[in-house]
């Protein structure tokens, strides 16, 4: 039974890591209220479900930029003086958010700039995070660190848009903008309460080779590859948040409570199945878990499409969100495993522009779709195209099904080679 349940023995073991876990959770809770505090806001200026997608889209190529450059950035220095400064840029935005909320005439265009230099920082503020992790725990503790820092993401994705539709109905949106911004101080401060983190052999240096050499690691694993590209099929196609606004409104005929609902209950289903992924890390066909995952995600998302009633649609969406918080661990345990220390920050950033890029895109493709055919067709046709993307997938990519132990094998080959090029790089007389 105890397999069951969640393993929170890194929480007992390292206190650093319980600092950096605790600081997490505050502030994820705090960017699900602007998440739903934005949506709402450019919905409520401007009566359009595109705008809305928009906003997300335009979050893109910053988040890209700075998840690309944040992982040889996480790479090359103190990890711990990444995230300082990302903490600090990330109040920064959220408080112009607050501050133009506050004005008697918001202007729409400050939403797309400061949420698109948020989303910048996110990216860069990830990779040192999640590359900071096996540093703070022991290694039979790392795949259940994983598990709660996912865990994290699901208790904030529930708590923070149930809260934001009632603090924002309560309070107005520059006060749940503030509260956002006092959460990243609390995280500033357990970031000054760690030591220092600084990455093997003293760093990598930055620059295009070292981003290259991230992205030659990601090709020759196929396995690992193949876990981007599904979560990307299943972000772009199968989340319909863009529309949330508008079905709110217009088909449950309710206002901000209805929202922060909407968004809570795929973090509701998030958090519970978070409880129990200890189950997790003793399956070996992970890549094929994974497939599994998406698959009965994208099916809910269609039949959430086509159902108009409230509480049968929130069911359906907190379904989603438990089938989407068991193929994130096991898409973080591949990843963990096949990535070895020296690459961790690269391809974290990596791994966190695709987690927060896809459903940027997926925002874009949802208003285009809703804009064409309506806010219905556009959810349940998003998770039938889901759903065949990862049939296209696995003919592809067999390694996904095929997969034979979480991508363990691959690991200590991939291990191999970086030592085999190291020793070609001593042999051709290059710096190191």
Request: aromatic fraction near 8%.
């Amino acid at each position: 039974m105890a397999k069951l349940f969640a393993d929170v023995s890194p929480l007992r073991h390292s206190r650093n890591f319980r600092r950096l876990w605790a600081g997490q959770t505050l502030s994820a809770m705090g960017s699900q209220l602007t998440l739903v505090a934005v949506a709402f806001q450019a919905f409520d200026l401007t009566h359009s479900t595109l705008v809305v997608g928009m906003i997300g889209f335009a979050q893109l190529l910053p988040l890209l930029v700075g998840a690309l450059w944040g992982g040889t950035l996480a790479d090359a220095w103190d990890r711990k003086r990444v995230l300082t400064l990302t903490q600090v840029a990330m109040a920064a935005a959220v408080g112009g958010l607050a501050v133009n909320a506050a004005l008697d005439h918001p202007q729409v265009w400050v939403l797309f700039v400061c949420t698109a230099a948020s989303a910048g920082f996110q990216g860069m503020d990830w990779p040192a995070r999640r590359a900071a992790l096996p540093m703070l725990v022991a290694d039979d503790d790392v795949d259940a660190a994983v598990a709660l820092q996912t865990t994290t993401m699901g208790l904030a994705m529930v708590v923070g848009p149930a809260m934001a539709g009632v603090l924002i109905a309560a309070f107005g949106l520059s006060t749940v903008y503030l509260i956002d911004v006092a959460s990243y101080g609390v995280s500033l401060v357990v970031v000054l309460l760690l030591p220092h983190l600084v990455p093997s052999g003293g760093g990598t240096p930055m620059g295009f080779r070292s981003m290259t050499e991230g992205f030659r690691h990601l090709k020759s694993e196929r396995l690992l590859s193949a876990t981007y590209w599904i979560d990307l099929n299943a972000m772009i196609f199968g989340m319909p948040r863009a529309v949330f606004p508008a079905l709110a409104i217009h088909l449950y005929g309710g206002g901000a409570g209805v929202l922060g609902l909407l968004y809570a209950a795929p973090g509701a289903g998030a958090l519970a199945g978070s409880l129990f992924t200890g189950w997790c890390s003793h399956i070996r066909h992970q890549g094929r878990a994974i497939a599994i995952c998406v698959v009965i995600w994208g099916g809910t998302i269609a039949i959430f499409g086509i159902v108009p009633v409230l509480w049968i649609g929130l069911v359906l969406l907190a379904l989603a969100g438990a089938a989407d918080i068991f193929s994130a661990v096991f898409r973080q345990n591949v990843q963990q495993r096949t990535v070895p220390d020296h690459l961790q920050g690269r391809l974290s950033g990596t791994f966190f522009a695709v987690v927060a890029g896809g459903p940027r895109l997926g925002d874009a493709e949802t208003g285009l779709a809703a804009a064409i055919g309506g806010p219905e067709f556009a959810v349940w046709s998003g998770g039938l195209a889901c759903v065949v993307g990862v049939g296209v997938l696995l003919w592809r990519v067999p390694e996904l099904w095929s997969d034979d132990g979480g991508g363990r094998a691959l690991s200590a080959r991939a291990e191999q080679e970086a030592i085999d090029e190291v020793i070609t790089e001593i042999g051709e007389g290059e710096p190191l």
